[in-house]
């Protein structure tokens, strides 16, 4: 069992920037690739950014390229999100989401363990 809990959202200009964080409670953390999903108002769960057991490999959706980055710190059970030249269209409750095994990391369905948001605006 993993728990997920997210921290660091809030409102920013756009051209801001933000950093989240997750914390996963539990000892296997290092065991699990990670990911960050986002969800608008009105719009479907969308695949953000992945990254690897050790954080070697990383992906990421085609509009964060170049302005977001994904990391983790294992000694720390933790996985960051920093976010930088932020748009309107950023806003959104974004999730951190734990999966143990290969698939389709685009996937929501292949992450077994999720927290329960954090909210993003962006102001125009």
């Known amino acids: 069992q993993v728990q997920l809990v997210e921290s660091g959202g809030g409102l920013v200009q756009a051209g801001g920037s933000l950093r989240l964080s997750c914390v996963a409670s539990?000892?296997?953390?290092?065991?699990?690739?990670m990911g960050w999903f986002r969800q608008a108002p009105g719009k479907e769960r969308e695949f953000v950014t992945t990254?690897?057991?050790?954080?070697?490999?990383?992906d990421y959706t085609d509009s964060v390229k170049d302005r977001f980055t994904i990391s983790r710190d294992n000694t720390k059970n933790t996985v960051y999100l920093q976010m930088n030249s932020l748009k309107p269209e950023d806003t959104a409750v974004y999730y951190c989401?734990?999966?143990?095994?290969?698939?389709?990391?685009?996937?929501?369905?292949?992450?077994?363990?999720w927290g329960q948001g954090t909210q993003v605006t962006v102001s125009s």
């Open positions: 990254i690897s057991w050790s954080g070697g490999s990383t």
């Open positions: 989401a734990a999966r143990r095994s290969g698939g389709n990391p685009t996937l929501s369905s292949e992450y077994r363990y």
């Open positions: 539990g000892r296997t953390f290092s065991s699990y690739r």
